[in-house]
């Protein structure tokens, strides 16, 4: 049995080792020179940096894929638990967000009073969202509703209010506008406003603080060196710089791929490459979902991306967030009435702080991020608007001046996004985590047209991010895998 798998980002790669361990001929093809994706890497003058993901989140998602082939995270890489986990620059004050509980709490109180016992109640009714979401939802293939029916998660769902808003969930526990950002900000790039945005997804604010922000040293990037040689390991196969222009069909049934003049033959196809990109390369008949369907998606946001590197130590954290604009301008200019931002909110991650290995001796690495809304035009002005403006926030929040001290600069924007990754609209993050957009809304696994093709990552179930990329390889693999077993020659 071949599956030839499109793409090597986590969702393949994850897939891929599955079905290998199962003992099928796994080949995956990716249009790209090097293994990752969205989380791949590059050096230059010495710097180290991940290109996309930098946060590592729900550890116990990482352990339990290893697990399940007899190995551990820890075989692979050494994990660091970060603290404090972030910092967050505010106008009028700045707020470290600690590891510990206890600090924590403390800091909210010094904001809010009362607000130390708030984050306890509010910490334990997310730590309920968490089961229910992580070890339900997101690992539900979503190809009916009935998947949902279950009794103690539709109890759970009504206790909990699952689908209640973000914005009206945080705002019951604390009042300051400050505890109210930080605690909606892991919902900044799922793509809408917070009163947008299922309250389930407090979940995340469980994750931050009681279970972790971590960096496995060396970079995010040694995520996919794991992903990789576990895959090679288990008999998996890659041919690299080869994009996928053309297919061959047959009675409902992918018989090929085609990459140029060259086909690669299989019996089943797993795309885990840009879902709309390969649905517009199938003949329209075949194709799931109408050009008219993704018009009408809400896209999370696109990024633009600074990867710098400076000749001095910088007085930051691993982590920053920087609130210090009008967060509901620039919430507009992605949401409401896209376009590019007058005076962006941006994420600074540094990781030379904790780990020496990604800078030279004596600099500092940088990976800014600006969310922008999906679809808009490049910003083709040779003049770069927004990196003098990030820069000059910088020094104004640290008290040092940084910008004769750059020595290295790369740009990543949204038509590097589309050229690298194919990536509908430039998008980043993937489909608007929006109530309509979720779960069985999501576009399905499994083609409703050809028999023997599935999807994976992040414009299918769970969603975007890296523990749900790993959850939808592994969900797309047993899905196939169970089909097989039930003697199906195609279902």
């Not at 085609?258 to 517009?280: L, P, Q, R, W």
Request: proline share 5%; net charge neutral.
């Amino acid at each position: 049995m071949k599956i030839s798998i499109i793409g090597a980002g986590i969702s393949g790669l994850v897939a891929a080792c599955y079905l290998a361990k199962q003992g099928y001929k796994v080949h995956i093809l990716e249009k790209n020179s090097s293994i990752g994706g969205r989380a791949r890497q590059f050096q230059a003058e010495g710097f180290t940096f991940d290109m996309g993901p930098s946060w590592y989140w729900m550890p116990e998602v990482f352990e339990e894929f290893f697990n399940d082939f007899g190995k551990k995270a820890s075989d692979y890489y050494e994990l660091i638990r970060l603290s404090p986990s972030y910092k967050v620059y505010f106008d009028s004050q700045d707020v470290e967000v600690s590891a510990s509980l206890a600090r924590l709490e403390e800091t909210f109180e010094a904001i809010e009073p009362g607000a130390a016992k708030q984050l306890q109640r509010y910490l334990k009714d997310a730590a309920e969202k968490y089961r229910i979401g992580m070890g339900e939802y997101a690992r539900k293939p979503s190809l009916s509703i009935t998947e949902y029916l279950k009794k103690d998660i539709l109890s759970a769902g009504l206790r909990l209010s699952l689908l209640g808003n973000m914005e009206k969930h945080v705002n019951s526990y604390f009042k300051h506008p400050i505890l109210q950002k930080i605690m909606q900000f892991p919902v900044l790039f799922l793509g809408a406003l917070p009163k947008h945005i299922p309250a389930m997804y407090s979940l995340m604010n469980y994750a931050d603080t009681l279970l972790g922000t971590w960096y496995p040293k060396g970079g995010m990037f040694e995520i996919i060196q794991a992903f990789y040689s576990l895959a090679q390991e288990l008999g998996v196969t890659f041919t690299f710089d080869t994009a996928i222009d053309g297919v061959e069909i047959m009675d409902n049934k992918l018989t090929g791929v085609k990459a140029g003049s060259k086909t690669f033959s299989s019996d089943y196809v797993i795309c885990s490459g840009d879902y709309h990109h390969f649905e517009t390369i199938l003949p329209e008949k075949f194709q799931s979902y109408s050009p008219a369907y993704w018009d009408k998606r809400k896209m999370a946001p696109s990024s633009v991306i600074y990867y710098l590197g400076f000749n001095k130590k910088l007085p930051l954290n691993h982590h920053s967030l920087f609130f210090d604009s009008d967060f509901n301008q620039h919430a507009k200019e992605l949401y409401d009435a896209p376009q590019w931002p007058s005076d962006p909110m941006f994420y600074v991650c540094a990781p030379s702080v904790t780990d020496a290995t990604v800078a030279p001796e004596g600099k500092e690495n940088l990976f800014i991020l600006i969310p922008i809304a999906a679809g808009l035009p490049e910003n083709t002005k040779e003049e770069d608007p927004y990196l003098s403006q990030v820069i000059q926030r910088l020094e104004k929040k640290t008290g040092v001046s940084i910008a004769e001290s750059m020595c290295y600069k790369r740009k990543f924007s949204i038509s590097d996004f589309q050229t690298d990754y194919y990536a509908f609209k430039g998008n980043a993050y993937g489909l608007a985590n929006t109530l309509d957009q979720t779960a069985f809304f999501k576009p399905r696994i499994k083609s409703k047209k050809i028999r023997n093709l599935y999807y994976t990552g992040q414009l299918t179930v769970p969603g975007p991010g890296v523990p749900p990329a790993i959850l939808s390889g592994r969900m797309v693999a047993q899905n196939l895998i169970s089909s097989l077993k039930k003697g199906a020659t195609y279902e």
